[in-house]
Nanobody
Framework: QVHLVESGGGSVQPGDSLKLSCAASGSTTTFHAMAWFRQAPGKEREFVAAIRWSGGSTGNTYYPDSVKGRFSLSRDKTINTIYLQMNSLEPEDTAVYYC??????????????????WGQGTQVTVSS
């Protein structure tokens, strides 16, 4: 069992930045990737970013086109924490952001089914 705790959400204006954190505890040997998904009201949960625990000092990262170039995911393996730096935020980024941990293969890195543990979510609101 992996316990995930998200933090850093809030309300900002378009163009602002936010940094989300997700700390993992418990059975941290049971995952080799962590990710962020988000869910806006009335919409399905969608992939935001993922990072592999292997892959050198920074890990391999994955992003959908909707956030590529604006969002950046990093990890600190010493404290089992990932950080999602979100820049140039847009109203369309408004959602509850969920952290996930799991053992996805490449074809499932962006799929909810690739992850076995989820956090409670943190709200991000972008509005003028």
């Amino acid at each position: 069992q992996v316990h995930l705790v998200e933090s850093g959400g809030g309300s900002v204006q378009p163009g602002d930045s936010l940094k989300l954190s997700c700390a993992a505890s418990g059975s941290t040997t049971t995952f080799h990737a962590m990710a962020w998904f988000r869910q806006a009201p009335g919409k399905e949960r969608e992939f935001v970013a993922a990072i592999r625990w292997s892959g050198g000092s920074t890990g391999n990262t994955y992003y959908p086109d909707s956030v590529k170039g604006r969002f950046s995911l990093s990890r600190d393996k010493t404290i089992n924490t990932i950080y999602l730096q979100m820049n140039s935020l847009e109203p369309e980024d408004t959602a509850v952001y969920y952290c996930a941990a799991g053992r996805p293969i490449t074809s499932t890195i962006a799929s909810m089914g690739g992850y076995h543990s989820w956090g409670q979510g943190t709200q991000v609101t972008v509005s003028s």
